[in-house]
């Protein structure tokens, strides 16, 4: 069976909502954000939580920045 994905307008309302806390936006977001959340974890020997999953939206904007930073995107 696929995984289902969401829009960021979707997983925002389920947030705020209370329906998922950190870990569900995480991996609801993409299959391409799933995969990144699994190898942010394995190089960092952490287990998949609200909190981890909260340190990867941390790193995300942090790269995002740098991107801008750098006139990358």
């Known amino acids: 069976m696929r995984k289902e994905y969401f829009t960021e307008d979707e997983l925002i309302e389920k947030f705020q909502n209370g329906e998922i806390g950190y870990l569900e936006y995480v991996t609801g977001y993409s299959e391409e954000w799933d995969a990144q959340f699994a ?24 790269l995002m920045e740098k991107g801008h930073e750098d006139g990358n995107l």
Do not use: I, M, V
């Open 39 to 62: 190898e942010f974890l394995k190089e960092r020997g952490l287990k998949a939580d609200n909190e981890t999953a909260q340190e990867f939206l941390k790193y995300k904007d942090e």
